[in-house]
């Protein structure tokens, strides 16, 4: 029996989303923020609005502003070894007091675990019958909640990325029992995250999902699996029958060069928030941070403003919440500049790292060469929605109408970029040299990524194409683009925009103004022109001693 939540469509409903999405492509980015949001679908506050932070620590300011946006809940996300990760929490809590601080606040705390993890040797097999392993989880989890971190509200379980991976219905829902009980006990919550690395992981994980007792709430992050400026709405975002449900956002951009740019996406928040909304979500989860990055002061902070705006009940009209953010940081008089030149940004990062809808490549990693499926990874669209697999196959090969649509899709957000640089110009005089400094240096680095990213999507394409095609005027013309995408390449290398310094909350920072550097693909992009002359040379050579014959 097929997937409920994973399923081919019918051909003709196949061809006609093919065309659809081809056509999509064509509209003017961005949408302005009032086409793209539809009215909030209730004004009252959705019950958990929580904001999280990377890897057991947390910026207090940070938290601070968070609540006074409307949020009420903290939460410490914590990797690796489950139990080495609790204790450093607990020393690192010892010393800050951000239990403590938090609860001061009005605020819950949450902490992540991931389980099965550091499990004895002789625990024995990993199933439903024995006992030995399920008592170790049970003391394990005693001593936690009981004597470790008894002031944690709430505990949130994944059950990937850990030492031995629980997605099994049957053995998931015997997990989430053994958790649960000690969470009564106690008196704490207990969330179960959906997230996994594969569909089939999915599959497994949502049939226990049915299976779960109501009071367990679920958290589901916006997207499938890993992060994407383009992703589709998770599929299980209101498919998790009687259970509350929380959905995860990331605000700070782990694989979206975080705050080395510029990249503001209100309305991308808030028509997920509202998606989530018609599908009955009772609460939101921002991530504000990753490793040595936190959106606190950096443009990204208007992500915050919108989510815990409209998630509080106070507004989600996009217009408004620009308003709020803009006025609050750079006042009156600079606010409607600063917004006309921030709000493409989130568009412009779209379409740096994407071809349609499909991620190019590990964003978080340099961008890939011809010479592997840029966009064959775990988070790609089409993986989840085989809807898109035939639009997959077209961008994967280098199809000459997604060639022509990456062509004027690209121009469009480098324009965009360009005039936001002129409009954040023209209000110089009115913000502060610090503030303009800021945001000038990221507008910068965003042109900059998006220049050089959609110069190798473009070049990564044409390889493709070069590749399948056997048309040799068609060869010979992709040749000339070739060269012109390495003399463009060439020229972008050579005229990088240095390292400088930015002041941020009162503190000058480093700030990288390139985030790709282009040399090492446009190397890669020289050889492979080599390469085809070369081949190109030695075909015409057998084809003119044929015709000596």
Same mark, same amino acid.
């Given at each position: 029996?097929?997937?409920?939540?994973?399923?081919?469509?019918?051909?003709?409903?196949?061809?006609?989303?093919?065309?659809?999405?081809?056509?999509?492509?064509?509209?003017?980015?961005?949408?302005?923020?009032?086409?793209?949001?539809?009215?909030?679908?209730?004004?009252?506050?959705?019950?958990?609005?929580?904001?999280?932070?990377?890897?057991?620590?947390?910026?207090?300011?940070? $938290?601070?502003?968070?609540?006074?946006?409307?949020?009420?809940?903290?939460?410490?996300?914590?990797?690796?070894?489950?139990?080495?990760?609790?204790?450093?929490?607990?020393?690192?809590?010892?010393? &800050?007091?951000?239990?403590?601080?938090?609860?001061?606040?009005?605020?819950?705390?949450?902490?992540?675990?991931?389980?099965?993890?550091?499990?004895?040797?002789?625990?024995?097999?990993?199933?439903?019958?024995?006992?030995?392993?399920?008592?170790?989880?049970?003391?394990?989890?005693?001593?936690?909640?009981?004597?470790?971190?008894?002031?944690?509200?709430?505990?949130?379980?994944?059950?990937? &990325?850990?030492? $031995?991976?629980?997605?099994?219905?049957?053995?998931?829902?015997?997990?989430?029992?053994?958790?649960?009980?000690?969470?009564?006990?106690?008196?704490?919550?207990?969330?179960?995250?959906?997230?996994?690395?594969?569909?089939?992981?999915?599959?497994?994980?949502?049939?226990? !999902?049915? @299976?779960?007792?109501?009071?367990?709430?679920?958290?589901?992050?916006?997207?499938?699996?890993?992060?994407?400026?383009?992703?589709?709405?998770?599929?299980?975002?209101?498919?998790?029958?009687?259970?509350?449900?929380?959905?995860?956002?990331?605000?700070?951009?782990?694989?979206?060069?975080?705050?080395?740019?510029? +990249?503001?996406?209100?309305?991308?928040? $808030?028509?997920?928030?509202?998606?989530?909304?018609?599908?009955?979500?009772?609460?939101?989860?921002?991530? !504000?941070?990753?490793?040595?990055?936190?959106?606190?002061?950096?443009?990204?902070?208007?992500?915050?403003?919108?989510?815990?705006?409209?998630?509080?009940?106070?507004?989600?009209?996009?217009? @408004?919440?620009?308003? +709020?953010?803009?006025?609050?940081?750079?006042?009156?008089?600079?606010?409607?500049?600063?917004?006309?030149?921030?709000?493409?940004?989130?568009?412009?990062?779209? &379409?740096?790292?994407?071809?349609?809808?499909?991620?190019?490549?590990?964003?978080?990693?340099?961008?890939?060469?011809?010479?592997?499926?840029?966009?064959?990874?775990?988070?790609?669209?089409?993986?989840?929605?085989?809807?898109?697999?035939?639009?997959?196959?077209?961008?994967?090969?280098?199809?000459?109408?997604?060639?022509?649509?990456?062509?004027?899709?690209?121009?469009?957000?480098?324009?965009?970029?360009?005039?936001?640089?002129?409009?954040?110009?023209?209000?110089? +005089?009115?913000?502060?040299?610090?503030?303009?400094?800021?945001?000038?240096?990221?507008?910068?680095?965003?042109?900059?990524?998006?220049?050089?990213?959609?110069?190798? &999507?473009?070049?990564?394409?044409?390889?493709?194409?070069?590749?399948?095609?056997?048309?040799?005027?068609?060869?010979?013309?992709?040749?000339?683009?070739?060269?012109?995408?390495?003399?463009?390449?060439?020229?972008?290398?050579?005229?990088?925009?240095?390292?400088?310094?930015?002041?941020?909350?009162?503190?000058?920072?480093?700030?990288?103004?390139?985030?790709?550097?282009?040399?090492?693909?446009?190397?890669?992009?020289?050889?492979?022109?080599?390469?085809?002359?070369?081949?190109?040379?030695?075909?015409?050579?057998?084809?003119?001693?044929?015709?000596?014959?």
């Amino acid at each position: 029996m097929k997937s409920k939540f994973f399923y081919f469509t019918s051909r003709r409903k196949t061809q006609f989303f093919t065309i659809l999405c081809l056509t999509c492509l064509l509209l003017p980015l961005p949408l302005s923020a009032e086409q793209a949001v539809k009215k909030n679908l209730s004004s009252a506050p959705v019950p958990y609005r929580i904001i999280s932070f990377d890897n057991g620590t947390a910026n207090k300011d940070l $938290i601070i502003l968070a609540h006074k946006l409307g949020f009420n809940e903290v939460q410490f996300q914590l990797e690796g070894s489950t139990l080495k990760s609790l204790q450093a929490f607990k020393a690192r809590d010892d010393r &800050e007091h951000y239990i403590k601080e938090c609860h001061n606040l009005g605020m819950k705390v949450s902490v992540w675990i991931h389980e099965l993890s550091d499990m004895p040797k002789d625990r024995g097999p990993i199933s439903i019958g024995n006992e030995k392993l399920w008592k170790l989880l049970g003391d394990r989890y005693e001593w936690v909640l009981g004597r470790e971190l008894p002031k944690v509200d709430t505990w949130v379980l994944t059950v990937v &990325e850990t030492d $031995i991976r629980i997605t099994d219905a049957a053995l998931m829902r015997k997990l989430v029992e053994v958790l649960e009980a000690k969470c009564k006990k106690y008196g704490k919550q207990l969330v179960v995250r959906t997230f996994v690395w594969y569909p089939k992981e999915f599959q497994g994980v949502m049939d226990c !999902v049915q @299976n779960l007792p109501d009071d367990v709430v679920i958290m589901t992050k916006v997207v499938p699996q890993d992060w994407q400026m383009r992703g589709i709405d998770n599929q299980a975002i209101g498919a998790v029958g009687n259970h509350r449900q929380i959905i995860e956002y990331d605000l700070c951009g782990e694989y979206f060069q975080k705050t080395y740019l510029a +990249n503001c996406f209100p309305d991308q928040v $808030i028509r997920q928030f509202n998606h989530g909304l018609s599908n009955g979500i009772v609460g939101v989860c921002a991530r !504000v941070d990753r490793a040595d990055c936190n959106i606190l002061g950096y443009p990204q902070e208007v992500n915050l403003w919108a989510l815990g705006r409209a998630a509080s009940g106070q507004t989600d009209v996009v217009s @408004n919440i620009w308003g +709020n953010y803009a006025n609050h940081y750079y006042g009156p008089a600079a606010a409607p500049d600063v917004i006309k030149a921030l709000e493409p940004t989130g568009a412009m990062v779209a &379409e740096a790292q994407n071809v349609g809808p499909f991620t190019f490549g590990d964003t978080r990693e340099y961008p890939p060469f011809a010479d592997r499926d840029a966009f064959d990874c775990n988070w790609s669209n089409w993986k989840w929605d085989a809807s898109l697999i035939p639009l997959y196959e077209r961008t994967r090969d280098g199809d000459p109408l997604i060639i022509a649509l990456k062509k004027k899709t690209s121009a469009e957000a480098i324009k965009q970029g360009e005039q936001a640089l002129k409009i954040l110009d023209s209000a110089r +005089n009115k913000l502060s040299p610090e503030a303009y400094n800021l945001l000038r240096t990221k507008l910068e680095a965003t042109l900059d990524y998006t220049r050089v990213m959609t110069r190798i &999507e473009l070049a990564y394409l044409r390889l493709k194409r070069e590749s399948i095609t056997t048309n040799r005027d068609e060869k010979a013309r992709l040749l000339g683009q070739l060269q012109s995408d390495a003399d463009d390449l060439r020229q972008l290398s050579e005229n990088a925009l240095p390292p400088t310094k930015v002041t941020v909350n009162g503190v000058k920072v480093d700030a990288k103004q390139r985030c790709i550097d282009p040399a090492q693909w446009l190397g890669k992009l020289e050889a492979r022109i080599r390469a085809i002359q070369d081949t190109n040379s030695e075909a015409l050579l057998k084809d003119g001693r044929r015709r000596t014959f």
